[in-house]
């Protein structure tokens, strides 16, 4: 499969930053991988949000639905699912602790389709501070007919990233 990713758009966070925005999907590829690696928040608690983007700007409207099932190593699952909400939840409760990083790996649909509503897969996990492993699996659609040409990552409460690296991949056909 290495030989079918073509690097899109790559972003090191190196000092804080409040959002990762990558952009460049159009009608190259039918598929899209973005991947976010060792990133964390540098506050305490924070979830991260994520929205798509039209024309580069991150659309904030009540039209993402998902569903979502999340591990955890020592107690039970939990499955989460919302509708008609301005934003997406794909990684709960991360810290600023030493150690504590997340990963997730997004698969992009019908993104550059203005006559269908562009969607995505998830898969990301999660080293607590306390070294408790945190799985989260699921996916999400932006219920607008629209191009959509990237993700913007930000999490709530205006916190910021301290690390990470997050790269935009497209699959050759």
């Not at 993700?151 to 991949?169: A, C, M, P």
Request: include cysteine; proline fraction near 1%.
């Amino acid at each position: 499969m290495s030989g079918s990713l073509i690097k899109i758009q790559e972003v090191t966070v190196s000092s804080e930053v409040s959002s990762v925005t990558l952009t460049g999907i159009d009608s190259t590829y039918d598929v899209y991988k973005l991947i976010g690696s060792n990133f964390q928040c540098a506050d305490d608690d924070k979830n991260l949000i994520v929205h798509f983007t039209a024309s580069g700007t991150a659309d904030t409207s009540s039209n993402y639905d998902s569903a979502f099932q999340q591990l955890k190593a020592g107690s039970s699952y939990t499955d989460s699912s919302s509708s008609n909400s301005n934003a997406l939840t794909i990684a709960p409760s991360l810290s600023n602790a030493t150690n504590e990083t997340s990963n997730v790996t997004l698969y992009l649909f019908n993104f550059s389709n203005t006559g269908e509503s562009s969607f995505a897969s998830v898969e990301a996990n999660t080293i607590l501070n306390n070294s408790e492993m945190r799985g989260f699996q699921g996916g999400f659609v932006l219920t607008v007919s629209q191009a959509t040409d990237g993700v913007r990552f930000t999490w709530e409460s205006s916190s910021n990233f301290s690390s990470g690296t997050f790269t935009l991949y497209g699959l050759k056909k």
